[in-house]
Structures are given as C-alpha cells and as structure tokens.
C-alpha cells in the first residue's frame, strides 16, 4: 500500500459497516452504510482523519478492491469458505462465544479451527500494518480479532494499538479452560489500551495476566512482558441516543405504532422482546416465565399479548439450529393452550426489520422485556428507553446484561429464578404511570448524556488520540482532509 492512502486512524474488525446492494442487471457493487451504532461513533473520527475501516464484506472468495463510501475509506478482507467455517463459526462463534457468555452453552475446541483463527487474523495484522500511517492510531474491535493487537505490534511498533471487546470477558475459572489461553492473553496485551464493557471484566483480565503470565497489574495498568504499560479498563457503550430519538419521533412510525397496535387487536398490555436468535439472550426463560403466568391468570389473553421478535442469526451453527427448534416449540405450545382464533398469545417474528419498524415495536410497547443470561452491554434495552418520547414504559432488565449498571431504575432481575422472572413481570405489567415515569425520566436523561459518540471519545482520549474532541466537536460536517 503506497503512503498516499496510508492512514492516521484505522478501524479492524470482523465486518465492514456496510452492506452490499445488488442491483440485477448492472455490472460492480454499490453498498450502502449499515445502520450499527459503532459505525455511526466511528464515522466522524473516521471523516476527520481520513480514516480506514478494515474488515470482511460478507461473501466467500476475493475480496473487493479498497474504495470509498461517506468519507470513510473501507478496506474489504477475504474470507474462503473453510475460514468462513473455522475461524468464524468455529472458533469465534462455537468456542470463545458460548466460553465467554459464562459457558452457557458448552464451548467445542478443535485444532483446526484454532489454526484458522491464527491465520485470518494474521491477515488483518497485515492489512492494517500496510493501511497505517507511521504513529497511526489503530482500534481494533471484538473477540474475532484479539490476536490482532501483539501481530500487529510485531510488525509496527510506533503504532499506538487498542482493542475494545463487545461481549463479556470471563472470570478466570472459566477462560483457564480455553487451551490457546496464553495466545489469547498475549494477543490483547499487544494493546496500549484494552476495553471492556463492565469493570468486573477489566478486573478478570488483569487477574489472568497475573495468574497466567506472574505480571503485576496495578489499578487499571500492567505492564506487560516487553515492559509497555497496558491500560485495561471498562469503556461502557451506547446507542446514538438523538438519532434513536428521532426515529421515535417521526411521523411514519408514530403512524405505524398505531398501526401495529390496531393489528395485535388494541390489547390493555404489550410485551415485548426483540433479540437475535441467541442461546445467551434469555429467550426461552421468558417464554416460559409467560406461559406459567398465563396458566396461573396472572396474565391472560387477549389484555395481554407479547410480541417475539427473533432476528435468524448464525444459522449454519448446531447450537443455534436445536434453540430455535426448542423456542419454536414452545411458542407452540403457548400458543396452542392460551390462543384464541385470530388471537395468539405469542406473536414470534423469525425475521429482521428496518429501523423504523422496530421504532413502532418499542413504541407500542408497554413492557420491554430485555433478559439475557449473559450479555456484554444490550443495546436493545438502551434503544427501547430512548424511544419511550412519553416517558412511559417499563423495562425488565436482566442484571447479567451490561447495560444493568447504567440503566438503574429499569424492573432488573436474574433471569435464571423463573418465580422472580414471573414477580418482575408483573410488578412491570401493574406498574403505575407515575412510577413508570419517575424510572423512564431518569433513564433517559442517562443516555443523553452517555451515547455512543460519549463512548468513543472516552476510549480515543484514553487511547491518545490528540484530535478526538475536534473530529466529535464538529460532528460530522468536517470534510475529508486529503
Ligand atoms: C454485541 C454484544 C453489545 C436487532 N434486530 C434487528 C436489529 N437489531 C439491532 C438492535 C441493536 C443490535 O441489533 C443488537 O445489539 P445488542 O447489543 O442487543 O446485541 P448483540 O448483537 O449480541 O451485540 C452486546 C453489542 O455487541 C455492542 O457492543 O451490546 O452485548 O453481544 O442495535 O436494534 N436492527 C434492525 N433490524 C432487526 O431486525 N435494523
């Protein structure tokens, strides 16, 4: 890569921000940026530095050429379709996912897959080593890539290198099980700046490098093996709390909230749940939680409904094919017991949406029931406060999801106790106006002030990055500076 597009800021990680658009009967791509809150955090930074996003554009085989798309110069990686198995459904999604999710569903490891994993993210080592300026700031995202940082440092050490990761980070016991462990740990230690979502997750790593590597970690610091301090600490993200808000406050969807609403047939109460198909979100405790509460007519149909909406995600992999087996039947069954005709307890949604259509479901919901067994953040919660323009609503929050600590006066409870489950339910289903305003208000008010672009900055400041408060400053308007 000649040092005319070298870059001052670059982004890695597993996908680029942005889908492919095909049109039948031209010839190339076009692609459009996707709508992800990192995207949008990243974007002025990215614009203000001319900055470079390195990742996998989706498909099997080559990859496109490098181009350009909002300011932001995106780099496409290539995956075949044996690392498309290996590194990304094996190792990434089938080991160190369900391993860091609290090993909730039992983790596999294979030989191969570890191979694999080494050698894609060796790949991204090198794509970023060749798009960096000298002194770049590279910010490497998530556990697909966490060899990235020490690959990368061996190749380029004026970089300055951090590393933020979206899911959990798991107490010792549990990562002492993954057998490439001191690559793992070696791999972000390469870092100048390590990120978690909570502080109990920072804390479990600096443990490991202790326990693992005899390091000394102090407060947030340790340093590592080659003597470099390493920052490791907890940088929680958010949403785009104004433009979430935005959307709720339009006109098609108002328009299409009372739509929707008309169409579940005017119930007193809505439920709500809107997740990836994923064993670690919770979703077949909540069925279950209704389902007992329907039995016993706590709750009934058709005053109360819920709405399941269970975006198809990583369907090639078992584990992900037996839960949607397991929810399908028991919404079923649910709806087979407590249904009437035209009237069904549960209406399941096995599809994705636009953003405006989830901005109608949040809005019509009266109770948002976000309960994961294991989550790093949850943006879904965060999205679902914002949108409540009324100040109504109430949220029932798991206290495994990230977003627990900053979203304090949600309805929090363990997922794993069904008879608390079924308690919080209802507390939420009965909750009066005033309280439920008392809870949304304060909320709100959180997120305005802690959003992605907040976020970000937090990690760049801590990171270095002398230009950060400009590029966030001017928000978006600045051109591209080449
Ligand atoms: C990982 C961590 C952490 C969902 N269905 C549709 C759709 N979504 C959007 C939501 C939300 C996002 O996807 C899901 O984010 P979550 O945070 O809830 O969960 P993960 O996908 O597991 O994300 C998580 C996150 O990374 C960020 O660090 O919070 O803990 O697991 O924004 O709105 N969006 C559209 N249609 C859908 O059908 N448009």
Do not use: C
Request: no cysteine.
């Amino acid at each position: 890569m000649s040092d005319s597009t070298a870059s001052s800021f670059v982004v890695v990680a597993n996908r680029l921000p942005v889908d492919r658009i095909t049109t039948p009967g031209s010839d190339g791509d076009t692609w459009r940026r996707s709508p992800g809150g990192l995207v949008t955090a990243l974007h002025p930074v990215l614009q203000a530095e001319a900055g470079t996003w390195i990742g996998w554009a989706g498909g099997e085989g080559p990859a496109p050429s490098p181009f350009t798309l909002d300011g932001m110069r995106l780099s496409p990686v290539p995956l075949d379709a044996d690392e498309l198995r290996n590194y990304y459904e094996g190792f990434s999604n089938a080991t160190l996912w369900p391993l860091y999710h609290d090993a909730v569903e039992q983790p596999a490891f294979h030989r191969h897959w570890w191979k694999s994993y080494e050698q894609v993210n060796a790949r991204f080592a090198e794509r970023a080593a060749a798009e960096a300026a000298p002194n770049a700031l590279v910010w490497v995202q998530d556990y697909q890539l966490q060899l990235v940082p020490a690959m990368l440092r061996r190749l380029r050490p004026d970089l300055r290198i951090g590393f933020f990761l979206h899911i959990p980070f798991p107490p010792t016991e549990l990562f002492m099980q993954l057998p490439r462990r001191l690559d793992i740990l070696r791999g972000l230690l390469g870092a100048d700046v390590v990120g978690f979502q909570s502080p109990g997750a920072a804390q479990n790593f600096l443990r490991l490098t202790r326990q693992l590597l005899g390091l000394k970690p102090r407060a947030h610091i340790v340093e590592a093996e080659d003597g470099r301090p390493v920052r490791a600490e907890s940088y929680p993200i958010s949403i785009d709390t104004a433009s979430v808000e935005q959307i709720a406050a339009s006109d098609v969807v108002a328009n299409r909230a009372k739509e929707l609403r008309a169409e579940l047939g005017d119930p007193k109460t809505i439920i709500l749940g809107v997740d990836r198909l994923d064993y670690t979100k919770g979703i077949e405790q909540r069925l279950k939680a209704f389902r007992e509460l329907l039995s016993n007519g706590e709750l009934s149909v058709p005053d109360t409904v819920m709405v399941q909406v269970a975006t198809p995600s990583r369907e090639r992999i078992e584990h992900y094919r037996a839960l949607r087996r397991t929810v399908e039947r028991e919404v079923g069954r649910i709806n087979g017991d407590f249904g009437r005709v035209g009237i069904p307890a549960v209406h399941y949604l096995h599809q994705s949406y636009s953003r405006e259509e989830l901005a109608a479901l949040y809005l019509i919901a009266d109770v948002m029931t976000v309960t994961p067994l294991r989550d790093g953040m949850n943006l879904v919660a965060k999205e679902y406060v914002a949108s409540r323009l009324n100040n109504d609503g109430a949220l029932v929050l798991s206290e495994f999801a990230g977003a627990a600590a900053d979203l304090k006066q949600a309805f929090q409870v363990n997922p794993h106790d069904l008879d608390a489950l079924k308690s919080v339910l209802v507390a939420a289903v009965r909750s009066p106006l005033d309280e439920q305003r008392r809870r949304m208000r304060a909320m709100r008010r959180y997120l305005r002030g802690h959003d992605v672009k907040h976020w970000a900055r937090g990690f760049l400041t801590a990171l270095g990055a002398p230009e950060t408060a400009t590029a966030y400053d001017s928000d978006n308007i600045r051109e591209t500076s080449t």
